[in-house]
């Protein structure tokens, strides 16, 4: 847990790209070595920005009906940890929505965090960015091809689309993935909390 500490810290006093953020930097992650579900998104938009708060917005809420859970233990740092694949708002793509993530987290944190923290008994992997770095070959095929093909990397890694209420037409176009994939997720979601739980309860009465 030190090492762990000490890591965050340099993560949060980051400046390795502050002359490219709009907004400056404002490192948003949640980690410790407990939780054993990870959430691999993409960086954080302006109202996350804004909070501090990880998926404080409208794909925070859907990305939470899809894990089925509530709010309260998305953001218990014991149970999920949230680990974008850049950790500050990027600003706004002249074309819509946001700019990808900046490359210099990755190249400068993912690995020594993931060497850090223990293996996880599911990672959310969401998007392509958080695809190509977490999927062996994700380069290889497009977002939706990953999606359809989550059963092959079940049950320690699921892919995902982003849950931005801008991907209504994808979800639509692609129903077997509510009907499917949704249905397995939260089953295994519910299955890792109760297995923390199980291990309070039994280190309580031991």
């Not at 923290?117 to 290889?140: C, E, F, M, N, W």
């Not at 892919?159 to 009907?179: A, T, V, Y």
Request: with cysteine; proline share 11%.
């Amino acid at each position: 847990m030190p090492k762990l500490n000490a890591l965050l810290q340099e993560i949060n006093g980051c400046r390795r790209c502050a002359e490219s953020l709009p907004l400056g930097p404002r490192p948003v992650v949640q980690c410790s070595m407990q939780a054993r579900i990870v959430v691999a998104g993409q960086a954080p938009g302006l109202k996350v920005h804004n909070t501090g708060i990880p998926f404080n917005d409208p794909s925070g809420n859907k990305l939470r009906a899809w894990m089925g859970i509530d709010r309260e233990t998305f953001y218990d740092s014991a149970k999920i940890n949230i680990v974008p694949m850049g950790f500050c708002y990027p600003g706004r793509d002249p074309r819509g929505g946001d700019l990808p993530p900046r490359p210099e987290c990755r190249e400068t944190w993912h690995d020594r965090l993931f060497a850090t923290l223990p293996r996880p008994g599911l990672t959310l992997v969401i998007g392509r960015y958080a695809q190509d770095y977490h999927l062996a070959g994700g380069k290889s095929r497009s977002v939706t091809e990953t999606v359809r093909a989550w059963r092959d990397f079940w049950p320690e890694i699921v892919p995902l689309p982003h849950p931005s209420p801008r991907n209504i037409g994808w979800l639509k176009r692609n129903p077997w993935f509510e009907d499917e994939v949704i249905p397995a997720l939260r089953r295994r979601i519910a299955e890792l909390l109760a297995y923390d739980i199980g291990l309070i309860a039994s280190s309580e009465s031991g």
